[in-house]
């Protein structure tokens, strides 16, 4: 069998293996053509980590200190005894690159930054209903870590190491301001010297800036999810529902390209359900039938190893735009346009966010649903009215992945996820959009202070578009960036030409 260009070079990855497991030593592959990923690339990570941490923290670390992360627990749901699919806690995935649950591992602060993954001892009944209980020398040679213990050795192996400071993770996410909670043990805090404020920042930081390897799988999720994306351009037509559009994503990135996982809750919003910015939740499931003058906004990425891409296309559920349509879509089109245009290492997000609202105010200007000057529009905020979220996030292991408030960020915005400078290395989406909200638009028109800017007979025939929003996953790279979801079709007429066929 030919091997597929995306795996050319790792001839060491025993394919024969792969025949029976997703695992062989030193690689995760689903066979076909699905990318292989070599698992060096979470040691390269651990070395990483332990590298920053000496070279900042030097005097403070101590002989004999250790990281220490637990990784997810599987659990049941609710009083029910099913358990849900088990997804690894991302901070300890990045770190040691295993998926299974009722882990720790330890990481030395040492120049070998030597892991010890400690892994549960199962009970001899797991082999009936979950399959082999496979040995300790099993997994370390699959996960490329130095030993492999039972977690209830863990406590006794730190002992016998003299352990003098334990390093483990808490901190809040800015996201959702949930703090994340550290390793939790018996004995733990009792037995040891434990630090729990110099690594989050720094393991956070770290996941901020991409290695070639991570870039590398987060590329094939992209480009899994671009395909898919047209895939189900090409199957829309009035009268389906919005779910049937989000089962034709699902099976096409799982059957062709691998991805059991979604990175989030996949958003098919169609008709005026296109201006509901997270669409698709429990409460609201995708459950429409797409209209004659549906406009379609589908927000959907695929997961791979973990990582995650984060799309979104919009298009008319007919393939031929509308005048109106045509308006909004080219204005957030020039959006994200002149946003590529100027992303770079050194530049602003802040900044950036503020051009995209200045391109879609423009374009509002222009068509005459907004009347004034442009600079009265952007100081009266007339542009969180249409484009009411932030220009994009981190994108990795998390669809909004960690460090948006880290290093040289601003204070917080608006809703921007991140006000940091850029910097090589960051995968981030830009996300533009331009919205028809009925209550937002309502509150701007209840206020004599922006009621003015609107010309409501222009506003009126726009309303039932819904929204329009163009997503794409940039990597930043040292002279400029790199749209890693190019190969979509965004111009009007692209689309138009894509549909038609």
């Known amino acids: 069998m030919s091997v597929h260009p995306r795996n050319q070079g790792k001839d060491d990855c025993c394919e024969k293996t792969h025949l029976d497991c ?24 651990r070395q990483r980590l332990v590298s920053q941490i000496l070279s900042k923290h030097k005097d403070q670390i101590k002989e004999n200190s250790f990281i220490l992360l637990e990784g997810g627990k599987s659990t049941m749901q609710y009083d029910t005894d099913h358990e849900p699919l088990f997804k690894q806690e991302r ?8 998926d299974i649950p009722d882990c720790f591992g330890i990481v030395g602060l040492d120049e070998n930054a030597t892991t010890i993954l400690c892994i549960p001892k199962l009970p001899a009944e797991y082999a009936t209903w979950m399959g082999e209980i496979r040995p300790k020398e099993y997994y370390k040679s699959i996960f490329l870590v130095d030993q492999v213990l039972y977690v209830d050795e863990m406590m006794d192996y730190l002992k016998s190491k003299n352990a003098s400071t334990i390093y483990t993770i808490l901190g809040t996410n800015t996201d959702s301001g ?21 690594l989050f920042p720094e393991i956070a930081e770290c996941r901020v800036i991409k290695s070639p390897k991570e870039v590398e799988v987060i590329r ?10 047209k895939h189900v351009m090409r199957k829309v037509k009035v009268g389906l529902k919005e779910y049937q559009c989000e089962s034709e994503f699902l099976h096409h990135v799982y059957n062709e390209w691998g991805c059991r996982n979604v990175g989030y809750t996949c958003i098919c919003a169609a008709n005026k359900n296109s201006a ?54 080219q204005a957030v089109l020039d959006a994200s346009v002149a946003v590529m245009e100027a992303m770079r290492p050194g ?5 950036m966010h503020k051009l ?12 005459g649903i907004l009347v004034g000057d442009l600079q009265d529009l952007i100081a009266n905020k007339i542009g969180s009215v249409f484009f009411p979220h932030g220009l994009g996030h981190f994108l990795g292991l998390d669809t909004h992945d960690v460090g948006g408030y880290l290093g040289d960020c601003q204070p917080k915005v608006h809703s921007l996820r991140t006000t940091r400078t850029l910097k090589a290395g960051m995968v981030i989406t830009s996300e533009p959009g331009c919205y028809f909200i009925n209550h937002l638009l309502t509150q701007a028109l209840s206020n004599p202070e922006t009621a003015k800017f609107f010309n409501t007979t222009e506003l009126d025939k726009y309303r039932n578009i819904g929204g329009v929003r163009i997503e794409d996953d940039i990597l930043v790279t040292e002279t400029g960036c790199d749209n890693l979801s190019k190969n979509l079709p965004r111009t009007i007429d692209e689309i138009e030409a894509f549909m038609l066929k």
């Not at 030593?25 to 076909?32: A, E, K, Q």
């Not at 995209?356 to 068509?367: F, G, N, Q, V, W």
């Open 91 to 98: 901070y300890f995935f990045w770190t040691f690159g295993s």
């Open 276 to 329: 509901v910015l997270h669409y698709g939740h429990a409460g609201e499931p995708n459950s429409a039938t797409i209209s004659e003058n549906g406009f379609c906004l589908f927000d959907m990425g695929a997961e791979y190893h973990s990582y995650t891409a984060d799309i979104t296309c919009s298009f008319p559920a007919t393939g031929k735009f509308s005048p109106e349509q045509r308006v909004v879509y």
């Open 178 to 198: 949930s703090t994340f909670v550290e390793p939790q043990y018996p004995g733990l805090r009792e037995t040891f010297n434990v630090n729990n404020t110099l």
């Open 356 to 367: 995209a609202e200045r391109c879609i105010l423009a374009a509002l200007l222009k068509a």
């Open 22 to 45: 997703q695992y062989s030593p030193g690689y995760y592959w689903l066979g076909n053509n699905t990318l292989k990923v070599p698992l060096v690339l979470h040691k390269e990570n």
């Open 220 to 229: 094939y999720c992209v480009d899994a999810s671009v395909s898919a994306h």
């Open 347 to 351: 530049v602003c997000w802040v900044d």
